[in-house]
């Protein structure tokens, strides 16, 4: 391959990563005051624990920045080169950022918001067909966990559906599916071995409601 679209391809991934290690939930936590969302709740710096502790408001904020810092990656590395395979290797080592964050030691989220971005971009119907999934197993479960291992295994096969319907679909955008999954699955290793051992935290719907963090 020419070196110089090695160097490029490894200088989108790069820059993917750092996008994707901007610990959103800790600056809003910081910004408005509140406690560092590694040292409470779940530890962790997602939409989750971000509405756990800080409440609706500032939780839409952390989730739609999780988001963003997985779609624009992508989006950079479709503008830049048009390559299927570069869209997914970007949008891999934004997920790869958002749970290993170089600006938070390490450890961050769990990869699930920036997932959803960096498929948004790259098929947004396969998250039209899997979110359901998730909302589901939360809703009857209580386990966002749950739905997050379910909901992204979910969007293997909505993706292989997407292929029936979609042809044309390239299949870096199928096989990126299973890998964004295995991430997340990764991610998720202690609250599988707490779903297993009986010992997860549910999830208290009433905070969708506007209930107070702690309340």
């Known amino acids: 391959m020419d070196p110089a679209i090695l160097l490029r391809t490894g200088l989108l991934m790069l820059l993917a990563y750092v996008m994707g290690s901007v610990p959103v939930g800790s600056l809003v936590a910081q910004r408005v005051g509140g406690p560092d969302l590694r040292s ?17 408001k500032w939780a839409a904020v952390v989730v739609l920045g999780d988001l963003l810092k997985g779609a624009v990656p992508v989006m950079i590395a479709r503008i830049v080169t048009g390559d299927p395979w570069v869209e ?23 990869g699930v918001g920036t997932g959803v ?10 998250v039209l067909l899997a979110t359901p999934v998730f909302v589901l197993v939360i809703l ?5 966990s749950l739905g ?4 992204s295994a979910a969007m293997v096969p909505a993706m292989l559906l997407v292929l029936l319907v979609v042809p044309e679909t390239p299949l870096p955008y199928v ?3 299973a890998v964004g999954a295995a991430l997340i699955w990764l991610a998720h290793a202690d609250n599988i071995d707490r779903l297993i051992h009986g010992t997860e935290r549910k999830f208290d719907l009433d905070l969708l409601a506007g209930k107070p963090p702690g309340g």
Do not use: E, H
């Not at 409470?40 to 609706?56: C, D, E, Y």
């Not at 009857?140 to 966002?144: A, C, F, G, I, S």
């Not at 997050?148 to 909901?151: C, E, M, R, Y």
């Open 40 to 56: 409470v709740g779940s530890g962790r710096t997602g939409g989750t624990n971000a509405l756990r502790v800080l409440g609706r």
């Open 88 to 110: 997914v290797l970007c949008g891999g080592a934004a997920v790869a950022g958002a749970i290993w964050s170089v600006f938070a030691g390490f450890r961050s989220g769990r």
């Open 117 to 126: 971005g960096t498929m948004l971009v790259i098929q947004p119907l396969g």
């Open 140 to 144: 009857l479960t209580r386990y966002v």
């Open 148 to 151: 997050s291992l379910l909901g």
């Open 175 to 177: 096989l990126y599916a």
